[in-house]
C-alpha cells in the first residue's frame, strides 16, 4: 500500500513539473541541474515497478520492456504498445482505464455545474418572480377596481339625466316612495 502511494505521488509530481513547464529564466538559471537518470530501456525485461520508478518511463505489458515515454503525443501510439498493455506511473491502471474514469470524471463535473447552474437560476427565478408578478398583478387589480368605479359613477350619472329628463327622479329622501300617475 504504501508504495502505491509513493508511485501516486510521483505521479502527481511530474504533473506539477509539466504544469511548471513556462518558468522564468531567472529561476532555471538558479535551479541546480538534475542528475542523470538511467535510460528507460535498461529497465527491460525486470519488473513495472523498476521501470516506472522512472517517472518519465513507460512499460509495456506485452513484450514486459521499458520505453521511454512519448511525449510528444499525449497517448502512446498503438505501434509503439497497445493502451490496454500500457502502464505509466502506476502498476495497477492501464491507459484505457485511465482515458474511461477521466472522461466519466470530467463527465459528471460538467453535468453538476449545469445542472447547479440551471438550479440556481432557476430558484433565483422563482423567488423573485412572485414578488414583481404579485405587485404587478395588485396595480393591475387596483387599475380595474378604480376604472370600474368610474363606469359605474358615470352610469348612475346618465341613468339620473334620463330619470330627470322624464321626471322619473325624486328628490326626496326615501327612494322606496310610492310612485303615483297623475
Not at 7 to 27: H, N
Not at 51 to 63: A, D, E, G, P, Y
Not at 80 to 96: H, K, T, Y
Amino acid at each position: 500500500m504504501g508504495a502505491r502511494w509513493v508511485r501516486t505521488l510521483r505521479l502527481l509530481g511530474l504533473v506539477l513539473l509539466w504544469s511548471r513547464a513556462g518558468m522564468t529564466e531567472a529561476f532555471l538559471a538558479t535551479a541546480t541541474p538534475p542528475a542523470p537518470a538511467q535510460a528507460c530501456s535498461e529497465f527491460s525485461q525486470r519488473s513495472c515497478e523498476e521501470c516506472l520508478r522512472n517517472v518519465s518511463c513507460l512499460w509495456c505489458f506485452t513484450n514486459n520492456t521499458c520505453i521511454d515515454y512519448p511525449v510528444r503525443s499525449i497517448l502512446p501510439p498503438s505501434s509503439l504498445c497497445s493502451l490496454s498493455n500500457a502502464r505509466w506511473g502506476v502498476c495497477w491502471i492501464n491507459f484505457e482505464a485511465l482515458i474511461i474514469t477521466i472522461a466519466v470524471i470530467a463527465g459528471i463535473i460538467l453535468v453538476s455545474i449545469a445542472v447547479c447552474c440551471c438550479y440556481c437560476c432557476y430558484c433565483r427565478r422563482r423567488f423573485k418572480r412572485p414578488d414583481e408578478e404579485e405587485e404587478q398583478l395588485a396595480r393591475k387589480r387596483e387599475e380595474r377596481r378604480l376604472q370600474s368605479l368610474q363606469r359605474k359613477h358615470e352610469r348612475k350619472q346618465k341613468h339620473d339625466e334620463i330619470r330627470k329628463k322624464y321626471g322619473l327622479l325624486q328628490e326626496s329622501d326615501n327612494p322606496y316612495s310610492r310612485f303615483e300617475n297623475e
